[in-house]
């Protein structure tokens, strides 16, 4: 069968991610930087053993939006205001002055005007499946710059669809009416998208969830919430715009369901699986030049476009907020060249834009300043602090007014809430039976989610305890 074709592809490049994550940690480096190493070390450039193909992107988009899921599960339609003026001001500044300046930098460096706008609008994306996996690793996501460098994603998320047809006409000589007209066609797609994915997972998919939760069955509750993360990606997709986005919409539909935190938790792991695979066939995209001087052209070329899109984020994130730390941890976070660059610059290509020299050079730096990011998020409130000479602001923590976490909520479980609300203590309640979960909600913080799966304990905020209460 011809599907199985697809197969030595995946299990090689899993496979090789593997090995490079592995020798990546033992070199104290960050495993993103082992699986984008596999995909060049197996790609054209390497061994061309695996060669780009459309199928295994389909995977590896998939991984992202799953990631997306999982992350749209933590916030809700509160987060989402809280990072409105920030996400909507700071990322639109960036977005545009980042385009701006790299085309202008084009334009002296004697690339064609059409081309050199491409460009700079593929650069101008950041990486949201580096940066929001790295965030989420560090338990950064609650952070200030954290959640600034999350609304700048959002927004470059949703320009990706007139960036894309903006990109195609400049290629096919389009009219400024066609191309408007298109952009609102897309935007109507959206909103429509939106709706439709609120609709459903208000009031369609918590019973679905709740009757799988009741079944007694773990497999069931799984496979519910993986159709929920694939089928907003598929559509998504299919109205034409970014399958993450779709995704992460979905995620927050659900955030505010009692369901969140067990969905997030039987998602992540295949998520993990697929995030593997785009970042390993990331490497593969890439026929990095050999010869010496065009290799120290790209890394030259990479550090610049790190440099100028650090600066530029920063000032738009300082010019809404005016925290000189923050503004600068954001930057710094948000600084390197993004998956979408590959979209993007794909279509420049294809349609004529981009010659295939300036191609490779695109996909080149973009992997360069991906491999760099993972460090670069680590130490970047330090870098921020040490640029600066200010001390941070006091870090935000999630659960730090919570001194007490119980586990189950039977007759004894209870008995020892009713003792820690007599005595003015802080608590939360994890609970697997779902009914009980509804019902006790607007009384007290209390979630679904089983105690024995690592992900629930820490999206609950264990260590952060100082009790934990295992109760039948």
Known sequence: MEGWDLLPRVVGLLAAAVALGLLARRLRQNVIVGYLVAGLVLGPTGAGLVRPGADVAVLSELGVALLLFSIGLEFSFAHLRQLGRVAVAGGSIQLVATAAAVALAGLLLGVPAPAAVALGLGFAMSSTAVVLRELTDRSQLDSAHGRNAIGILLVQDVAVIPILILTDALGHGATAGAMMGAVALRSAGVVAFIAAAWLLAKYVLPRLLQRAALSGSREIPVVVAACAAIGAAWGAHALGFSPSLGAFVAGIVLAASPFATQIRADVTPLGAVFVTLFFASAGTAVDLPLRTQYLLAILALAAGVMLGKAAIASFAVWTVQRLPNVAVATGL????????????????????????????????????????TPALIGAAPAMATRILRRPPLPAARAHQERRVLVVGFGPAGRAVVEALRAGGVPFAVLEMNPLTVAANRLEFSIELGDATQPEVLLHAGVPEEMALYLLP
């Open 333 to 372: 976070a948000v600084s390197q060249v993004g998956e979408f660059t590959f979209v993007v610059s794909a279509t420049a290509h294809r349609s004529g834009l981009l010659s295939a020299e300036w191609f490779q050079a695109a996909m080149a730096t973009a992997l360069a300043t991906l491999m760099v």
